[in-house]
């Protein structure tokens, strides 16, 4: 097991900047989780962690000792890649004892890490069969497994769930958060799916633009985002943003009315605030009990929960998440109510998190 710190790093594409300068510091045994948009940098991060990029600056370190010029297989990493890499013609034993093979370990050693990791993943009854005899989850398994003979000190997943259908994805998550609970290791995981992030994460890292937004504990990001880009990345259905204007404690909306807020910035508080409130923290009313009223525009029924789109007099959409079946149907005029102290302050110039 390992910590893993970069300090400074920079990455660049002829004279593109994909990395302007990043600092992380994961810590020994630590599940952390990159997420962020398409083209952010996650997945260059994570191939430059494992030597598949050169850093063009900065120091990348493992375990303590600076790595930046060592190749993949003397970083004592394993990688599991979105397409599980596996090699067709071999068996799941051949593919998982192959870079043992390579690092010319003996027989019994092969047979030995084969076997614990074949018992953890549940693999012992596949051994034999090619690539193509298994499924995607299965292959999944293999391509984890391949990893753990290794005994790495770093595990780094790249997407590794995204070509699975969605029942397999959760059962898969579920098995992966349990391996590492079990072998302890430090473990690095790309992925675009929040929901990934925030159930599998110790610690998650969100990217924009090759830069850290935001790091911390999932729901530390959720409860208490840094800024109008973080609050609206995690959380599904996302966060509602009324931009408003500032009146001591009461918020104009313009049009839309107001609304009377839990915090109160003072004289040198910004006026221009946007106004954050996630679905679930959002009721509905009978529109004479509001001061908020609004169309509802769509109902969306799971079973689960009841997610009503809603619109207000301005056009503006808003989206209220209710647990169970709630009576309510398009067209149908509705207030919204809302707890002041779930509410969320931003300053509209900056997109900066307010303190409340």
Do not use: W
């Not at 998550?173 to 302890?184: A, M, V």
């Not at 992925?191 to 850290?212: N, P, W, Y």
């Amino acid at each position: 097991m390992a910590e893993v710190r970069l300090s400074n790093i920079r990455k660049l594409y002829g004279k593109i900047e994909i990395i302007p300068s990043l600092d992380l510091d994961i810590d020994d045994g630590e599940f952390v989780v990159l997420v962020g948009p398409s083209g952010c940098g996650k997945s260059t991060l994570l191939r430059m962690i494992a030597g598949l990029e050169p850093i063009n600056s900065g120091d990348l370190m493992i375990a303590g000792a600076r790595v930046n010029d060592l190749s993949p297989k003397e970083r004592n990493i394993a990688m599991v890649f979105q397409n599980y890499a596996l090699y067709p013609h071999m068996t799941v034993r051949e593919n998982m004892a192959f870079s043992l093979r390579l690092a010319k370990a003996d027989k019994a050693t092969i047979d030995g890490h084969i076997g614990r990791a074949s018992e953890i993943l549940g693999l012992a009854p596949l051994l034999e069969r090619l690539p193509r005899q298994l499924s995607g989850g299965q292959r999944q398994r293999v391509a984890m497994g391949r990893a753990i003979v290794r005994d790495p000190s770093v595990f780094l997943f790249d997407e590794p769930l995204s070509n699975l259908d969605a029942k397999l994805r959760v059962q898969m998550r579920t098995e992966i958060r349990s391996l590492h609970d079990r072998l302890k290791v430090t473990t690095i995981y790309v992925t675009h799916d929040q929901i990934e992030a925030m159930t599998m994460a110790d610690k998650i890292v969100v990217l924009r633009e090759g830069c850290v937004e935001q790091a911390g504990r999932p729901m530390d990001l959720y409860s208490r985002p840094a800024n109008l880009f973080v609050a609206t990345f995690l959380g599904s259905p996302e966060m509602n943003l009324l931009p408003a204007t500032r009146d001591a404690a009461e918020f104009d909306l313009g049009e839309d009315g107001k609304l009377s807020g839990g915090a109160d910035f003072g004289e040198t508080g910004p006026r221009d605030i946007t106004v954050g409130v996630r679905p679930h923290d959002i009721m509905l009313k009978p529109a004479d009990q509001a001061k908020l009223k609004a169309t509802v525009a769509v109902v969306e029924r799971t079973g689960a929960e009841t997610v009503v789109t809603c619109t207000l007099p301005s056009g503006r959409h808003v989206c209220a998440a209710m647990p169970g079946q709630v009576a309510v149907n398009a067209g149908e005029q509705v207030g919204l109510g809302f707890n002041p102290l779930q509410l969320h302050y931003f300053d509209t110039g900056s997109g900066k998190a307010l303190a409340a």
